[in-house]
């Protein structure tokens, strides 16, 4: 009785996820509360453009360890700039361990503007966080010209402090007083989810503050002498608020004044001296400057920003005569690894050139869209026949399995905002044939058991866990053989490689979970002479 209660609470949970992320994709215009999310399409679904660099050393004579941190220098510079560039869910890989990182960019037709971007000189800055009171006079100034140019701003209206747009048309139209005026902080809104400081950004609005930090009449509402900007993602959790920085917007250091960054591991006794650190050495012309600015300074913070995003704002605990700066936190080796690299890439360490470049069109990504939904239906509608017709009732029940396997993919898809390509798809048509597998393998245990003259629920019980093992080696060693497929190819093979790891996942919590329910609560439970399969 409890196992089935357990199985009962799986079930419904499952079910219950996988309608949650799988309606939106059938069916438009749900309830607010539902989530947003929508199945992201990779480049062969929805056009695109693609983009193979390579990292060229025939004019440089640097070590082979030199040249492997170029490329990851270079890497990151990029992956910096397309992140910035706004494109939805890019894929941006480097090929093996060779020199060449490939991009692949969903939705964008024309790639000019990203090779433009991808080719310019990166920009390292330090600049001193703005106070209190300025970052107070920022957002005051900000709330005030969203407030008289909201009709500009359409998508921002559902931050005016709750309103509805009858409700903001009624106060736009009443008479009032200069005391009596209405005040919309919609930026505050917008970028602060608790009120507290720092200020931050959810990460599904992300998008539209970089939009607002491009329209340049945005830009000048801001505070003559100051600047807003965004945190750099996190790695480990890509979905987290980002935080948002106040900034003055004259540099105080830039990064042709950087010698190098190194990565150390601090000794001392007190925690902060503890665990990995930055180490920063400056040329003699910047250890001049920054001994000055740290001397002027001291308990302010100082961010560190690459193309305008920031990177880390430490604060800044006595002058630093010696041109050596220590940027200490709690950070993983991997953090601040990352980190040097980003501090040491000023400019792209060499020559960045493009050796393959293909554009697919929108049209080619629709026809391929109706090739795979044709495949998936005819697959479908062969094993759903095949079944009815060999197993009877309990080949339809096996038929309701598969129709929830597919929906329990592409809610998976839907839920962790993976990318579906044509691979991908190829992976769910070979789900819809792999998916009968297991109940073919219970159901021919069950009418065995019936020719030896069991009943009814003994064959079923019997034909269930008969089964399981030889369900379980099969479908554990596919699986095996997906997580390799992802783990060393490249960008289609790991499309096909996690449809088909989730589908394997998905078709034994059918086959062996859900269709068991289903004969237990129907059939097994039912005094029967007969069972229809």
Do not use: C
Not at 196 to 207: A, Q
Not at 223 to 236: N, R
Not at 317 to 322: D, K, L, T, W
Not at 513 to 533: E, M, P, Q, Y
């Amino acid at each position: 009785m409890k196992n089935s209660k357990i199985r009962g609470l799986i079930i419904i949970v499952v079910l219950l996820v996988t309608a949650y992320f799988f309606a939106p994709l059938v069916v438009p215009n749900l309830p607010s509360f539902w989530h947003k999310k929508t199945l992201k399409l990779g480049l062969d679904l929805q056009g695109g453009s693609q983009i193979q660099l390579e990292v060229d050393f025939s004019e440089l004579e640097i070590s082979e360890k030199d040249k492997d941190d170029a490329v990851k220098t270079a890497y990151q510079i990029i992956r910096n700039r397309i992140d910035q560039f706004g494109v939805a869910e890019p894929i941006i890989q480097r090929i093996g361990n060779t020199n060449r990182i490939m991009l692949q960019l969903p939705g964008l037709d024309d790639p000019t503007r990203a090779k433009d971007l991808i080719g310019k000189t990166a920009m390292l800055e330090f600049k001193l966080l703005a106070t209190n009171e300025q970052t107070d006079e920022v957002y005051k100034a900000l709330d005030k010209y969203l407030q008289d140019n909201l009709d500009k701003y359409e998508y921002l209206k559902e931050f005016a402090d709750g309103e509805t747009d009858e409700a903001i048309d009624v106060l736009a139209t009443e008479e009032t007083t200069d005391e009596e005026e209405y005040s919309m902080n919609i930026f505050t809104n917008f970028t602060t989810s608790n009120g507290d400081m720092p200020m931050s950004v959810d990460h599904d609005n992300i998008p539209t503050l970089k939009k607002l930090l491009e329209d340049q009449d945005f830009i000048k509402a801001i505070p003559a002498g100051l600047q807003v900007s965004i945190s750099k993602e996190e790695k480990k959790d890509p979905y987290k608020a980002r935080q948002i920085f106040v900034l003055k917007d004259k540099a105080e250091v830039t990064g042709k004044y950087l010698e190098k960054a190194q990565t150390k591991i601090g000794q001392g006794y007190a925690p902060k001296d503890q665990g990995p650190y930055i180490l920063l050495t400056f040329n003699k012309q910047g250890a001049k400057i920054f001994k000055t600015v740290t001397g002027q300074n001291i308990e302010k913070r100082l961010a560190i920003l690459l193309d305008d995003i920031v990177y880390i704002a430490p604060r800044i605990e006595s002058r630093i005569p010696n041109g050596e700066a220590r940027i200490t936190g709690q950070f993983s080796i991997e953090e601040v690894q990352d980190l040097v690299i980003v501090l040491n890439a000023g400019s792209l360490p060499a020559p960045v050139k493009i050796i393959e470049e293909r554009t697919v069109g929108p049209t080619l990504g629709s026809d391929s869209i109706k090739a795979g939904i044709l495949a998936a239906v005819i697959g479908m509608a062969i094993v759903f026949l095949f079944m009815i017709f060999y197993y009877k009732l309990s080949g339809l029940i096996a038929d309701l399995a598969v129709i929830v396997n597919v929906a329990f993919i592409l809610a998976v898809l839907t839920m962790f905002k993976a990318t579906l390509t044509m691979p991908g798809i190829a992976g769910v048509i070979l789900t819809i044939g792999m998916a009968v597998d297991a109940n073919v393998i219970i159901f021919e245990r069950i009418r065995e058991n019936l020719l030896l003259g069991k009943t009814v629920r003994s064959s079923v019980d019997s034909g269930f866990s008969r089964a399981l093992v030889t369900i379980l080696d099969a479908n554990i060693t596919t699986l095996i053989t997906a997580l390799v497929l992802y783990q060393f190819g490249s960008g289609p093979v790991k499309g096909f490689a996690v449809t088909l790891s989730i589908g394997i996942i998905g078709s034994m919590f059918a086959s062996i979970i859900l269709v068991k329910a289903i004969f237990d609560g129907f059939i097994t439970n039912v005094a029967r002479d007969k069972l229809s399969i």
